[in-house]
């Protein structure tokens, strides 16, 4: 259980080396609002890719994707003793980045997803760099053209869970809803999804 | 359990970390009945179908852009607004708007003597990675500018002048860039700006390290940092990057890293700063290495011109891991500097947002002559403090103002103007002039 006003807002492991793939989002940052540039730092080394990625979904452009989430982060900082006593923050961040994408959303709500537009990270062999970027626009359109099927709140739940790695209870807060209810729009949307979705192991046959 | 209550909470086993106790009744149900069992495997398997081989991820640039916004409001104190870039940051760098390892068109041209020899990108981190550990680097280099004028500008039609950069990774890190006529130090705790102009020191500082006030060179500070810049830089349309390997001089073999880059900015309006930078020219940066070692050896950046392509800067020397004196990275400023900050740094400055640039221009030249200097700092900050400032500006006749006008990466806008100084000598020139910051107050931002 975490209070507010602690004396430092870094989580417990903050100074370790974390070689391990890449966290759940569960344990990403279980601190509270950083207080301190240092603190903030390492929120920044948890979230920042995670709040890009989050923002470049909504905003299909790489650079209004980050200049969204360096505008929030930022004021997060400037903001950061109004928000001292807030206890789930990165469900907080998700919401703050939503709104801010969804300021810059008119201009860009029709803008197809851009291969110049997206980054990739540690691609082993340059050579494939183009095919492989193409394969992940295509495989990113592939995905909202499922869940278009969903309804728009059980669509939200799955991107958030499956797409941002979010636990159920951070989703529940970012989108504003019981956890109850992320539950049940998550199962629900998942057994819609059952029929549409080859599976896996399908591909290979 | 029934079925049923299992597939209400089945969600909870598809949460990122299922609590093993709170999920022991459903991991039970679903161990003994083949249905839940199979509903629950699709279930994963539609999540995994859905999960994206690759994502998007924060260009390089983007930690440090933030972190540096928040060293400033750090040093602000909490509650204050965000600090704008300063008038010294003279622009966003260009590589900031390429996303992060975007599509870079890579052409490795020769690879002498080598069959299947290091991938362009392979070389470009151990480079990286060999500059990271160095200690300290001192650079020497020669630049086609003007003393004391900043350090992106470029004059293709002058004599190329000696630089140096030094940088120390110790704790605290610290930096040095100097030439004729202006330096910069960054002591571990804030970077210090002196110019040593015609009408006296003039001085300015920011909190941490403030390498928007190197200009183009700011890049070298952090070699280990270049190689992402220039790849980022070639995600622009029309930059090329080739990888070649050649012997050198004395027969080593050599990396060779040639960017081709087209000019940046918007030259619609105006070709006022076409080749006044290195960025907004088109221009080849040739970067040569050691072979072996992976050691950035040298620099060579050309600028494509009407006359051919002009040799604009070149390093001469490059030293790793020599011991640097700890006074280089202190600066002792004059006692009769002025400090510069600009007018929205002023307390109670009155609000100048509503004017056109060209208004502003005007009201900015009539204080000067009016020798009025409270209202010539509403647009020029504390610039006009200085006594050679108002020696020269004050007492001047306004000839003309023309039309405001855009150029190259420039955030601001020029103004033309023609003005009589007291001397009797007639001014022509443009003056820069920006209200980028939160409050839309204009600034003098040069062009005197």
Same mark, same amino acid.
């Given at each position: 259980?975490?209070?507010?006003?602690?004396?430092?807002?870094? @989580?417990?492991?903050?100074?370790?080396?974390?070689?391990?793939?890449?966290?759940?989002?569960?344990?990403?940052?279980?601190?509270?609002?950083?207080?301190?540039?240092?603190?903030?730092?390492?929120?920044?080394?948890?979230?920042? &890719?995670?709040?890009?990625?989050?923002?470049?979904?909504?905003?299909r &452009?790489?650079?209004?994707?980050?200049?969204?989430?360096?505008?929030?982060?930022?004021?997060?900082?400037?903001?950061?003793?109004?928000?001292?006593?807030?206890?789930?923050?990165? @469900?907080?961040? !998700?919401?703050?980045?939503?709104?801010?994408?969804?300021? #810059?959303?008119?201009?860009?709500?029709?803008?197809?997803?851009?291969?110049?537009?997206?980054?990739?990270?540690?691609?082993?062999?340059?050579?494939n760099?183009?095919?492989?970027?193409?394969?992940?626009?295509?495989?990113?359109?592939?995905?909202?053209?499922?869940?278009?099927?969903?309804?728009?709140?059980?669509?939200?739940?799955?991107?958030?869970?499956?797409?941002?790695?979010?636990?159920?209870?951070?989703i529940?807060?970012?989108?504003?809803?019981?956890?109850?209810?992320?539950?049940?729009?998550?199962?629900?949307?998942?057994?819609?999804?059952?029929?549409?979705?080859?599976?896996?192991?399908?591909?290979?046959? | 359990?029934?079925?049923?209550?299992?597939?209400?909470?089945?969600?909870?086993?598809?949460?990122?970390?299922?609590?093993?106790?709170?999920?022991?009744?459903?991991?039970?149900?679903?161990?003994?009945?083949?249905?839940?069992? #199979?509903?629950?495997?699709?279930?994963?398997?539609?999540?995994?179908?859905?999960?994206?081989?690759?994502?998007?991820?924060?260009?390089?640039?983007?930690?440090?852009?933030?972190?540096?916004?928040?060293?400033?409001?750090?040093?602000?104190?909490?509650?204050?607004?965000?600090?704008?870039?300063?008038?010294?940051?003279?622009?966003?760098?260009?590589?900031?708007?390429?996303?992060?390892?975007?599509?870079?068109?890579?052409?490795?041209?020769?690879?002498?003597?080598?069959?299947?020899?290091?991938?362009?990108?392979?070389t470009?981190?151990?480079?990286?990675?060999?500059?990271?550990?160095?200690?300290?680097?001192?650079?020497?280099?020669?630049?086609?500018t003007?003393?004391g004028?900043?350090? &992106?500008?470029?004059?293709?039609?002058?004599?190329?002048?000696?630089?140096?950069?030094?940088?120390?990774?110790?704790?605290?890190?610290?930096?040095?860039?100097?030439?004729?006529?202006?330096?910069?130090?960054?002591?571990?705790?804030?970077?210090?700006?002196?110019?040593?102009?015609?009408v006296?020191?003039?001085?300015?500082t920011?909190?941490?390290?403030?390498?928007?006030?190197?200009?183009?060179?700011?890049?070298?500070?952090?070699?280990?940092?270049?190689?992402?810049h220039?790849?980022?830089?070639?995600?622009?349309?029309g930059?090329?990057?080739?990888i070649?390997?050649?012997?050198?001089?004395?027969?080593?073999?050599?990396?060779?890293?040639?960017?081709?880059?087209?000019?940046?900015?918007?030259?619609?309006?105006?070709?006022?700063?076409r080749?006044?930078?290195?960025?907004?020219?088109?221009?080849?940066?040739? !970067?040569?290495?050691?072979?072996?070692?992976?050691?950035?050896?040298?620099?060579?950046? !050309?600028?494509?011109?009407?006359?051919?392509?002009?040799?604009?800067?070149?390093?001469?020397?490059?030293?790793?891991?020599?011991?640097?004196?700890?006074?280089?990275?202190?600066?002792?400023?004059?006692? &009769?500097?002025?400090?510069?900050?600009?007018?929205?740094?002023?307390?109670?400055?009155?609000?100048?947002?509503?004017?056109t640039?060209?208004?502003?221009?005007?009201?900015?030249?009539?204080a000067?002559?009016?020798?009025?200097?409270?209202?010539?700092?509403?647009?020029?900050?504390?610039?006009?403090?200085?006594?050679?400032?108002?020696?020269?500006?004050?007492?001047?006749?306004?000839?003309?103002?023309?039309?405001?006008?855009?150029?190259?990466?420039?955030p601001?806008?020029?103004?033309? !103007?023609?003005?009589?100084?007291?001397?009797?000598?007639?001014?022509?020139?443009?003056?820069?002039?920006?209200?980028?910051?939160?409050?839309?107050?204009?600034?003098?931002?040069?062009?005197?």
């Amino acid at each position: 259980m975490q209070s507010a006003g602690r004396t430092s807002a870094l @989580p417990d492991d903050a100074s370790s080396d974390a070689t391990t793939s890449r966290p759940e989002a569960a344990q990403v940052w279980t601190g509270g609002w950083p207080q301190t540039p240092r603190e903030f730092e390492v929120l920044l080394d948890r979230l920042l &890719d995670r709040l890009v990625w989050y923002a470049f979904r909504r905003l299909r &452009d790489f650079g209004e994707a980050e200049d969204a989430v360096q505008d929030v982060l930022v004021r997060a900082y400037a903001d950061r003793t109004k928000r001292m006593n807030v206890v789930r923050v990165v @469900p907080y961040l !998700y919401r703050m980045v939503a709104n801010a994408c969804a300021q #810059r959303y008119r201009r860009s709500a029709n803008r197809p997803l851009s291969i110049d537009s997206i980054g990739l990270e540690d691609l082993p062999d340059e050579k494939n760099r183009a095919s492989e970027q193409i394969a992940a626009v295509e495989q990113l359109e592939w995905i909202e053209q499922l869940l278009s099927r969903l309804p728009a709140r059980q669509a939200e739940v799955i991107r958030l869970r499956v797409l941002d790695e979010l636990p159920l209870a951070d989703i529940a807060e970012t989108i504003g809803c019981s956890l109850p209810t992320a539950k049940s729009r998550l199962y629900y949307g998942l057994q819609k999804l059952r029929r549409t979705v080859p599976r896996p192991e399908e591909d290979k046959r | 359990m029934n079925c049923r209550s299992f597939r209400k909470r089945q969600a909870e086993l598809l949460d990122t970390s299922p609590d093993p106790v709170a999920t022991a009744d459903l991991r039970e149900h679903v161990s003994g009945c083949p249905e839940c069992a #199979r509903e629950l495997d699709q279930a994963f398997g539609v999540m995994a179908a859905l999960r994206p081989s690759h994502k998007a991820f924060a260009s390089a640039k983007t930690k440090e852009r933030i972190m540096d916004r928040v060293l400033e409001l750090q040093s602000a104190g909490p509650g204050r607004e965000a600090a704008r870039a300063r008038w010294w940051s003279m622009r966003r760098p260009v590589w900031a708007a390429a996303a992060a390892l975007v599509l870079v068109a890579v052409v490795v041209v020769a690879w002498i003597g080598a069959s299947g020899g290091p991938s362009a990108f392979g070389t470009l981190a151990e480079a990286a990675e060999f500059v990271k550990g160095v200690k300290t680097m001192h650079m020497v280099a020669n630049m086609r500018t003007i003393p004391g004028d900043n350090f &992106d500008l470029i004059r293709t039609d002058e004599p190329l002048i000696p630089i140096h950069i030094w940088t120390e990774a110790a704790d605290p890190p610290g930096w040095r860039v100097e030439k004729e006529g202006r330096v910069i130090v960054m002591d571990g705790n804030s970077t210090t700006l002196l110019i040593k102009s015609g009408v006296g020191p003039i001085a300015a500082t920011a909190p941490g390290s403030a390498t928007g006030m190197a200009g183009w060179v700011a890049p070298l500070l952090d070699v280990g940092t270049v190689f992402d810049h220039e790849r980022e830089q070639a995600a622009d349309e029309g930059s090329r990057i080739s990888i070649t390997r050649k012997a050198g001089a004395d027969g080593s073999p050599k990396t060779v890293l040639t960017i081709r880059a087209r000019a940046q900015g918007d030259f619609t309006q105006s070709e006022y700063l076409r080749n006044k930078s290195i960025w907004e020219s088109d221009n080849v940066r040739v !970067y040569t290495f050691d072979a072996a070692t992976q050691r950035l050896e040298g620099i060579r950046v !050309y600028v494509a011109t009407p006359k051919g392509d002009v040799l604009v800067f070149e390093t001469t020397r490059i030293e790793y891991d020599r011991p640097i004196p700890a006074s280089t990275f202190a600066l002792e400023i004059p006692e &009769d500097s002025t400090w510069l900050k600009q007018p929205d740094e002023l307390p109670s400055v009155r609000d100048t947002s509503q004017m056109t640039p060209e208004e502003a221009a005007r009201a900015f030249f009539e204080a000067c002559a009016a020798s009025d200097w409270d209202e010539a700092r509403v647009f020029a900050g504390t610039l006009v403090d200085n006594a050679g400032v108002r020696d020269l500006l004050g007492g001047l006749k306004v000839i003309e103002i023309g039309k405001s006008f855009r150029s190259g990466l420039y955030p601001g806008r020029f103004v033309p !103007y023609k003005i009589q100084l007291k001397s009797g000598e007639i001014k022509e020139h443009n003056l820069a002039i920006r209200n980028d910051n939160a409050k839309h107050l204009w600034s003098v931002d040069g062009g005197i």
